[in-house]
């Protein structure tokens, strides 16, 4: 079935199985920072934004984004490269599989939430798992981050 | 894994029920989630996202809440939080992460009757019914120890405006696995729903301590009383997460727990 995403702003046009995930037809186009981890919605690494809104792509099918507006980390480079830098310097990149998962979820958090408490961070992040650094690391950045962009956008 | 050989969205529920019940394996999809972990092999899948099934409103004296709303939707609606003490949202809360919640929809989740829903437990304590194309209205409570007679399609749950207070509590092993025994409770003017899901078994009313709380009122030592009577009718299983005599212990203290949290609502 011939199906129409507008992927990152770009209107594309693909052929896809009926029971085709929409991981599958992202990393088979070129969008390879769309990890495939666990494969049954648990881990978080597949994470994009579907209309705004963060889904797991190892989940729908592609059929079901069909029509949608779907953003990849390709589409938000400047952003996610903000997000990264915290990341790193709290040291909890290692292996970094799950990052750009981690970082599509941090910016999605960022829309919902204008100024998250711990706890409330702790919560958006339940769905991104993480088997090198624990998550008081991340939490760390997080905040950092966060409080960086607040006192930047009130200047 | 699944196989899917057609994919269709139509635009009205009729078209969709027509699709439905041309053969038995085509399924309406919902979200899809957790027919992901399942093995099945679909004819056509058939997809409610294009017959306006995405809301949740209001009127005088009801909630009304599509088939295909999320559990995002659910978790933060300025509607719902007005309402039962936001206990929608605080049910569904800790199922995985917000990315899958944005995906599960009302409808998948209720017209399976998953037994480890946390939602339907929820929708249980509160004064809930089911619309169904074919079969109209049903309460919530029939059509969970029912099921569907024949093959239909949920349009959307009502639930009764009706003042009541409630709360929800769950154990897990960890946060965002599926609970091992999960408790919403709702009380009206002195009248008690106990509900339990997670058994591993579908959610049930735990109707004899209900009965028990209805007519001797609240107390602390009948909250302890109306647990244990919960506890001791209801049925439990064993599987991966624990064990039915663990479930029935979680049972006693959830029960009371939850019973105690209502109670500091009316106080």
Request: glycine share 8%.
């Amino acid at each position: 079935m011939k199906i129409e995403m507008k992927i990152n702003g770009v209107k594309k046009y693909f052929e896809v199985s009926p029971d085709e995930y929409l991981v599958d037809t992202l990393r088979n186009n070129g969008y390879i920072s769309v990890k495939r981890g666990c494969d049954t919605g648990m881990c978080g690494v597949c994470t994009v934004h579907m209309d705004g809104k963060a889904i797991l792509s190892c989940v729908i099918l592609s059929a079901m984004a069909n029509g949608h507006e779907i953003t990849t980390i390709e589409g938000v480079r400047e952003e996610a490269k903000k997000v990264g830098e915290f990341l790193v310097s709290e040291g909890v990149e290692q292996c970094g599989y799950c990052s750009t998962g981690l970082i599509m979820n941090i910016l999605y958090l960022e829309k919902c939430i204008e100024n998250p408490t711990d706890e409330e961070i702790l919560h958006y992040l339940n769905g991104n798992l993480c088997r090198c650094t624990g998550y008081s690391g991340q939490l760390r950045a997080i905040k950092k981050y966060l409080e960086v962009k607040n006192s930047e956008s009130s200047e | 894994m699944i196989s899917i050989n057609e994919y269709a969205t139509p635009e009205s529920v009729e078209e969709a029920y027509n699709l439905l019940i041309k053969k038995r394996n085509n399924v309406v999809f919902g979200g899809g989630a957790f027919i992901r972990m399942g093995s099945k092999n679909i004819s056509t899948a058939i997809d409610l996202s294009k017959a306006n099934f995405n809301y949740i409103v209001e009127d005088e004296n009801t909630i009304n809440i599509g088939a295909m709303t999320t559990l995002g939707d659910i978790e933060h609606s300025p509607i719902l939080k007005k309402y039962f003490n936001n206990v929608l949202a605080k049910s569904v809360r800790e199922i995985v992460g917000i990315q899958l919640r944005n995906i599960v929809t009302v409808g998948g989740t209720v017209y399976s009757r998953y037994g480890f829903s946390d939602f339907i437990t929820g929708l249980l304590a509160l004064n809930t019914n089911v619309e169904l194309y074919k079969q109209g209205n049903i309460s919530l409570d029939k059509f969970l120890e029912e099921g569907s007679r024949e093959r239909d399609i949920l349009k959307s749950i009502s639930i009764m405006k009706d003042n009541r207070k409630a709360a929800f509590s769950s154990m897990r092993n960890s946060k965002g696995d599926y609970a091992i025994l999960n408790v919403a409770i709702s009380n009206l003017n002195g009248k008690y729903r106990i509900a339990v899901g997670a058994r591993p078994n579908r959610a049930v009313l735990a109707n004899k301590s209900m009965e028990y709380l209805n007519n001797n009122g609240f107390s602390q030592k009948n909250a302890v009383e109306a647990a244990k009577i919960a506890s001791e009718e209801l049925t439990f299983g064993t599987n991966s997460r624990g064990s039915n005599i663990y479930r029935k212990q979680l049972c006693y203290v959830l029960v009371k727990n939850t019973l105690m949290e209502v109670q500091g609502y009316e106080d």
